[in-house]
C-alpha cells in the first residue's frame, strides 16, 4: 500500500475487486507512468482478501493506492464508512460505481427479499457513496460522479425486469444529481455498456446462455471510463452508451 499524493486527483472505485471495477482501477493506475495524469487511487470491495489481491496489482504500475473492505450490502455503514475513509486520505475527486449484482427472474416470480437486495446493491450503495463525497466535492467546487449502469437501463429484457429498474433507477439518480450539483461544479456520467464478459454471469443469481465470447471486456469498458474521467473541467460526457458490436445480446 502506497502512501496518498496531496496533489494528485484522487480517485474511489467501488466494486474494485473484480469485473468493470477491477479493470477501472488497473487502467487508472496505468496512469502512473505520466505523473502530470497520475491518478492517486482508493479502491473498495467486499472481500479483505480480494481486496489485498487488487492493491499487489496495481501497486506494481508505480500507483498510489490504498484499498479497504466494505459490505455493500450493509448500506447503513457505507456513508460512516466513506467519511472516516476520506478523514485519511483527503477529499475524492472522482468517485466510480461499480459495485452491483446481476439478477435474473421474472417480475411476477421475485420475492420481496431479493427485489430489495437488488435495489440495495444497485441503486442505495451508490447513493450512499455520493452522498458521502458530496460534502468535499462542494467545498472544493468540483468533483466527477461516473455511475455505471447497463444498456439494461434503456432496453428490457426478458427475465431480467428487476435488473433493468435497478439500473434505469441508477441512470435516473445520475440525471438528478447532475442537475443538483451542476452549480457546484460536480460533473456527472453515465456509462450504459451492453453485456461485458466478467464474473457476474457465474453468481448464483444469473442465469443465461449468452454467447460470452461476443461481450464486451471489462478492460474496454475501464479504458471508456478513464478517458471519460480524463477531459478537462470544461467538458463532460453526460451519458456514454458502449455496446458489443455484435449487438445487445
Given at each position: ?15 474494485a475487486?473484480s ?7 488497473l487502467?487508472?493506475a496505468q496512469q ?10 482508493i ?17 506494481a504500475?508505480?500507483?498510489?493506492v490504498?484499498g ?8 447503513d ?6 467519511q ?19 439478477y435474473?427472474g421474472?417480475i411476477?416470480?421475485?420475492t ?6 437488488l435495489?440495495?446493491?444497485n441503486?442505495?450503495?451508490?447513493l ?6 458530496l ?13 455505471v449502469?447497463?444498456i ?10 428487476a435488473y433493468?429498474v435497478s ?8 440525471k438528478a444529481?447532475?442537475v443538483e ?6 460533473r456527472?456520467t453515465?456509462?450504459y ?13 444469473v ?16 479504458q471508456s471510463?478513464l478517458q471519460?474521467?480524463?477531459?478537462p ?10 455496446m ?6
Amino acid at each position: 500500500m502506497s502512501s496518498l499524493s496531496s496533489t494528485r486527483k484522487r480517485a474511489l472505485i467501488t466494486g474494485a475487486t473484480s469485473g468493470i471495477g477491477r479493470a477501472t482501477a488497473l487502467a487508472f493506475a496505468q496512469q502512473a507512468s505520466t505523473p502530470e495524469a497520475a491518478f492517486d487511487l482508493i479502491l473498495l470491495g467486499r472481500s479483505p482478501v480480494k481486496i489485498d489481491q487488487v492493491l499487489t496489482e496495481v501497486s506494481a504500475s508505480g500507483s498510489n493506492v490504498t484499498g479497504y473492505p466494505l459490505d455493500f450490502s450493509e448500506v447503513d455503514q457505507i456513508l460512516p464508512r466513506l467519511q472516516a475513509i476520506q478523514q485519511e486520505v483527503g477529499g475524492i475527486d472522482i468517485l466510480v460505481n461499480c459495485a452491483g449484482i446481476g439478477y435474473t427472474g421474472s417480475i411476477a416470480s421475485i420475492t420481496l427479499q431479493d427485489w430489495q437486495t437488488l435495489l440495495t446493491l444497485n441503486l442505495t450503495s451508490a447513493l450512499q457513496c455520493v452522498q458521502a463525497v458530496l460534502p468535499r466535492m462542494r467545498q472544493q467546487q468540483s468533483g466527477h460522479i461516473i455511475n455505471v449502469a447497463s444498456i439494461a437501463a434503456q432496453q428490457v429484457f426478458s427475465d431480467w425486469g428487476a435488473y433493468c429498474v435497478s439500473k434505469a433507477a441508477l441512470a435516473t439518480l445520475s440525471k438528478a444529481i447532475a442537475v443538483e450539483e451542476r452549480g457546484h461544479g460536480i460533473r456527472v456520467t453515465t456509462i450504459y455498456p451492453g453485456s461485458v464478459n466478467t464474473p457476474l454471469w457465474d453468481t448464483d443469481t444469473v442465469s443465461s446462455t449468452f454467447d460470452r465470447s461476443k461481450m464486451l471486456t471489462p478492460e474496454i469498458v475501464a479504458q471508456s471510463i478513464l478517458q471519460v474521467a480524463m477531459l478537462p473541467p470544461g467538458a463532460i460526457v453526460e451519458e456514454l452508451t458502449l455496446m458489443p458490436s455484435a449487438g445487445a445480446l
